[in-house]
């Protein structure tokens, strides 16, 4: 075959794995099974939401370093000595197991062996930003379970505050996603908390010659500064201080263009022509934020995905069948 006629073969190929998938993963997918299921994630979840409203984002982080580690496979949940969570991007730093594993008690107790993690990952996301005020998105659903949870994948897969506009377009573009993908999930960034140590270069050692990143407006540097000491590596601050109490918002985007986020990787998104377009966008009142946000959190929703015989259902998250 010519390379014309190959390049086709391997778009159609491409088409049928793409439709495959999407076939495979439909919000009714409990319907018959477990019809109560879902509706038990959201109770449990606005349970504990009601007593701490910062495990919303840590259950929306849970499902993004899911599936961006061997897809969304609920691999970031197993325990083990070398597994995702002992990576230096999770450790001491990803929030909610416990969340997680009372959800998956209570919905065992309901129809044992059938709600997947991986699928209980993506309920609780939603829900958690649902239960703290902010907006909804539908949950494609019928994720199986893995059996493999490598540190190594982490680490690999996992962006870094650090990134360059390049680095994070690659990082998600191994993943199918666009830059406008990069841009809207990262609006996520308008909740939650981080901690200093995250801070500590950009404050005090940014390069040789200068200590604080001139990419920070100064006012916000010197704010920031009071809240992070130097050598601080503990303390958990808000990834948006414009704020007195978080809420779900598009102020995100704002702060970007006004040197008021967090990490080099938020910065660097206005640093790029087509960066910076959608940036505005998402700025924009009234903004499309939301509608964007859901989009492309069920493309995120099916990287990967185990269906079908593949995979199993765990009985609890923590450790494989
Ligand atoms: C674009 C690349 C991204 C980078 C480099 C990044 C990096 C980080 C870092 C370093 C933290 C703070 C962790 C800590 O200090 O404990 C954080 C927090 C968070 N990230 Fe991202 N992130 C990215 C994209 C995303 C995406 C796509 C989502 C969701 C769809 C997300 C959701 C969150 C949330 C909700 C928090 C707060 C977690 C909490 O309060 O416990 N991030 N992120
Ligand atoms: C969120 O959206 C889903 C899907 O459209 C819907 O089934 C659900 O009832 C909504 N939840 C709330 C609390 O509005
Ligand atoms: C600051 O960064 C330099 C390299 O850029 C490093 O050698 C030095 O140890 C750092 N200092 C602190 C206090 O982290």
Redesign the pocket.
Known sequence: MNSTGSKWLLSLLLLAVVAAADAQLYESFYAAKCPQGPAKVAEVVKSWIAKDR?LA??L??LH?HDCFVRGCDASVLLNGATSEKEAPPNKG?L?GFNVIDDIKAKVEALCPGVISCSDILALAGRDAIVAMGGTNWSVPLGRRDGVLSLASEANADL???F?TFAS?VSNFGKKGLSTSD?VV??G??T?????C??MQPRLYNFSSTVKTDPALDPTFATALKKLCKQGDVATLIK?DQSKAVDTWDPNYYSNVLRGRSL?T?DDQLKRNPAGVKVVQQMNKAPSPFNKAFGDA?VK?GKIGVLTGTNGQIRKKCFVKN
Not at 191 to 195: E, F, K, P, R
């Open positions: 910062t984002p840590a929306l982080r993004f730093s929030r962006p870094s505050p990134s994070l990069l999930l990262s996520s960034h909740v939650g908390l981080a901690h140590a995250v990834m990490f990787s959190m995120m």
